[in-house]
């Protein structure tokens, strides 16, 4: 299959710049799957397509503000580090800014001292293993110093660093946030609980290769990239018991999906498991575990929009992405979003 097969044209006033004021007035496109019928509501609406039994499966991870600004030590030359994964200790892979700089040995600061990072190691594709020390608690520090890492075509200035967290997240470790979830709101989560929905949590740690570009021409030849994710007893048991009863999983958010479909052992099951996922779902794959999908909408030829395809069929996605653009919707991570049943 062609990459170029999902490609679409995008004006680019369509990018969501900024979150709306109110998590759950976004727009709303229900597409049926099986049809290709598209409605057109509000994300508060969602609650009228969820039925007494089901479950709604949400990702709690929490975005750190994984970019810092510092400089090298001895000249003061200035570097960005983002900060991509924790390897062990005070160690992490990261993106170095500019790459020349960060030589294996070179020392930076950032925050007048507060933090150091020494180079460690360069990766044959150009990351940087860096190590940190520091007085004091690292996420305090961090928290302190570093910034949202907001997606590249995000260019303007984000004021509630909240707003690129949901309201639900808690397990601290995402370079990105899953942003199907941004629209939910504590009071929204009640209703649907009040409904007979259940909510169960699993944690997957979005890494900033969910913006890669795929550079082949042939999907099946993309190297994916892959996330930490990890799903307890608890929630597991709670999707089962779904699975059981002939309920419905909705997955919110294709992070929440690519966890459920990398557990499901393809008897309509899932277990307590954790460890790394590079899953890549596209047309033909068939889904184990999801039902129904809450998503935004994605960019040009990404794999997320191939994992929607494969759930909706392309030319049903395709011709809802035409839809949306004809309609106004607001794109990627700030944006609308798309319930497909």
């Known amino acids: 299959m062609n990459v170029k097969d999902f490609d679409f044209y995008l004006p680019e006033e369509l990018i969501a710049q900024h979150p709306l004021k109110e998590r759950e007035t976004s727009r709303l496109m229900v597409l049926d799957r099986n049809t290709g019928d598209i409605d057109h509501k509000h994300f508060y609406d969602v609650l009228n397509y969820f039925n007494e039994g089901d479950t709604l499966v949400l990702n709690n991870t929490r975005v750190i503000p994984a970019r810092l600004i510092g400089e090298k030590a001895d000249t003061g030359g200035k570097i960005e580090f983002l900060l991509l994964k924790r390897i062990e200790g005070d160690k992490w892979e990261a993106l170095a800014k500019p790459g020349k700089r960060?030589?294996?040995?070179?020392?930076?600061?950032?925050?007048?001292?507060?933090?150091?990072?020494?180079?460690?190691?360069?990766?044959?594709?150009?990351?940087?293993?860096?190590?940190?020390?520091?007085?004091?608690?690292?996420?305090?520090?961090?928290?302190?110093?570093?910034?949202?890492?907001?997606?590249?075509?995000?260019?303007?200035?984000?004021?509630?660093?909240?707003?690129?967290?949901?309201?639900?997240?808690?397990?601290?470790?995402?370079?990105?946030?899953?942003?199907?979830?941004?629209?939910?709101?504590?009071?929204?989560?009640?209703?649907?609980?009040?409904?007979?929905?259940?909510?169960?949590?699993?944690?997957?740690?979005v890494g900033l290769g969910t913006f890669r570009p795929v550079k082949v021409d042939v999907i099946e030849e993309h190297d994916m990239h892959s996330e930490f994710y990890c799903l307890d007893k608890e929630n597991a048991d709670i999707i089962n018991k779904t699975k059981e009863r002939g309920n419905k999983v909705i997955a919110v958010g294709t992070t929440s999906c690519r966890t459920l479909e990398t557990i499901g052992d393809g008897n309509n099951r899932v277990q307590e498991q954790s460890g790394w996922t590079d899953i890549f779902i596209y047309p033909g794959y068939k889904f184990k575990v999801v039902d129904r999908l809450i998503t935004n909408f994605h960019l040009p030829e990404s794999t997320l929009i191939m994992l929607v395809s494969a759930l909706a069929t392309k030319e049903n996605v395709m011709n809802a992405y035409s839809t949306a653009v004809e309609n106004r919707y607001r794109f990627f991570s700030f944006g609308d979003a798309m319930f497909i049943k």
């Open 102 to 205: 960060a030589r294996v040995g070179r020392e930076f600061t950032f925050g007048d001292g507060k933090l150091k990072a020494t180079v460690v190691e360069v990766l044959e594709n150009g990351n940087r293993i860096i190590e940190f020390s520091y007085e004091g608690i690292f996420e305090q520090i961090l928290d302190d110093l570093g910034q949202m890492p907001l997606p590249p075509y995000i260019t303007e200035t984000l004021e509630d660093k909240e707003r690129y967290q949901t309201v639900y997240s808690k397990e601290k470790g995402s370079a990105a946030a899953p942003t199907a979830g941004l629209h939910f709101t504590t009071e929204l989560l009640e209703k649907i609980k009040e409904k007979g929905v259940n909510i169960a949590y699993l944690t997957l740690h």
